[in-house]
């Protein structure tokens, strides 16, 4: 398993949160023009559940949570928790601003807008909260969202994982324009 964020790991394109409510949560899911799923289970309850739709950029992870929460008895609004923040400074923000894409889809712009290092994917702009080792998080569609940027000791920072996805830095993506 590779570490995504605190507490997520992936795993054969399979998000897996150890320690959700003394459970393990295993899920993937997405979105592409007129459709949009999610599908995991949790191995201990012996419990599986899917969401299919035919709408893009439906909330199909939401919907799934709900679903397992409701089965496992726990509270409907119940997520993984969001690890508490880390101080950066401006000058360290800066550093992982650019444009990045995959040949799968979901580009993202990193941008600072003042102190705050922002996010625009999937036609939301979102700020986001550092965590960790090259890591921060965002909320979107009422659920925590982790970004976490590979770095390359010469290269700098060169790739973005986010969605269960690797998005390469785009050539001349250094300082994005606000």
């Not at 496992?72 to 601003?97: F, N, S």
């Not at 894409?101 to 550092?130: C, H, I, Q, Y």
């Not at 982790?146 to 250094?174: I, N, S, Y």
Request: glycine share 14%; with cysteine; aromatic share 10%.
């Amino acid at each position: 398993m590779y570490p995504i964020g605190p507490g997520r790991y992936y795993a054969y394109a399979l998000q897996v949160t150890p320690g959700y409510c003394g459970m393990t949560l295993v899920e993937h899911g997405g979105s592409q023009v007129g459709v949009s799923s999610h599908f995991g289970f949790v191995p201990e309850a012996g419990l599986s559940a899917a969401v299919l739709t035919n709408v893009s950029r439906v909330p199909a992870d939401v919907i799934w949570q709900g679903a397992v929460n409701t089965a496992l008895g726990l509270p409907l609004e119940q997520a993984p928790p969001v690890p508490p923040g880390v101080d950066l400074e401006p000058g360290e923000l800066a550093q992982y601003q650019g444009a990045y894409g995959s040949d799968e889809g979901g580009n993202a712009r990193v941008f600072l807008e003042g102190d705050v290092l922002k996010v625009t994917t999937e036609g939301e702009t979102l700020a986001l909260t550092p965590v960790g080792d090259h890591t921060f998080t965002y909320v979107s569609r009422a659920r925590a969202r982790t970004l976490k940027f590979v770095w390359h000791d010469q290269e700098g920072c060169w790739m973005l994982f986010a969605g269960l996805r690797m998005h390469r830095k785009l050539p001349g993506a250094g300082e994005v324009p606000q």
